[in-house]
């Protein structure tokens, strides 16, 4: 397999490992990047990991995954809730997306349970902390290998 898988962090996650450790564990998010970098390669895949506080900085992303991507894994935080900007982004692209939450986010207070992300990813991973990217770059390598299997 080949090509790249971008992966995307959106606001706060700069602080993970900090930032309400009994939410969100005391994994650094350097380290979920070394995790997801040794995921991709042993799948086949580049990766392009990205983090950023800015909801423009991160539509300009998403729309940057449309040429150079082969899927996108995206956790947007706090984005997840109320971004109609970052939405409207992901849907344009073609390619698989996983969404990521650290936290279960449906046991989470309301005001954190519906993601409108969810509307444009193919799949949806939350409550495995840092686990869950690996999770989702494998689920997606999955998909790209299925979906470039000869029919039978």
Same mark, same amino acid.
């Given at each position: 397999?080949?090509?790249?898988?971008?992966?995307?962090?959106? /606001?706060?996650? &700069?602080?993970?490992?900090?930032?309400?450790?009994?939410?969100?564990?005391?994994? #650094? =998010?350097?380290?979920?990047?070394?995790?997801?970098?040794?995921?991709?390669?042993?799948?086949? =895949?580049?990766?392009?990991?990205?983090? %950023?506080?800015?909801?423009?900085? =991160?539509? !300009?992303?998403?729309?940057?995954?449309?040429?150079?991507?082969?899927?996108?894994?995206? &956790? /947007?935080?706090?984005?997840?809730?109320? %971004?109609? /900007?970052?939405?409207?982004?992901?849907?344009?692209?073609?390619? /698989?997306?996983?969404?990521?939450?650290?936290?279960?986010?449906?046991?989470? !207070?309301?005001?954190?349970?519906?993601? =409108?992300? %969810?509307?444009?990813? #193919?799949?949806?991973?939350?409550?495995?902390?840092?686990?869950?990217?690996?999770?989702?770059?494998?689920?997606?390598?999955?998909?790209?290998? !299925?979906?470039?299997?000869?029919?039978?």
């Amino acid at each position: 397999m080949s090509g790249t898988v971008y992966v995307l962090n959106g /606001p706060n996650l &700069n602080l993970l490992g900090v930032r309400e450790p009994h939410l969100y564990g005391s994994t #650094t =998010l350097a380290q979920v990047e070394q995790q997801c970098r040794r995921v991709a390669e042993e799948v086949g =895949l580049g990766c392009e990991f990205r983090q %950023s506080n800015h909801e423009g900085v =991160l539509v !300009d992303w998403v729309q940057e995954a449309r040429e150079r991507a082969c899927a996108l894994v995206i &956790n /947007p935080a706090g984005l997840s809730f109320r %971004s109609i /900007p970052l939405l409207d982004a992901l849907k344009t692209l073609d390619q /698989p997306i996983a969404e990521v939450h650290v936290t279960n986010i449906h046991r989470r !207070d309301p005001l954190y349970q519906h993601s =409108l992300v %969810s509307l444009a990813a #193919t799949g949806v991973i939350a409550g495995f902390g840092p686990y869950g990217y690996e999770m989702a770059i494998r689920a997606l390598a999955r998909r790209l290998a !299925d979906a470039a299997a000869p029919a039978s």
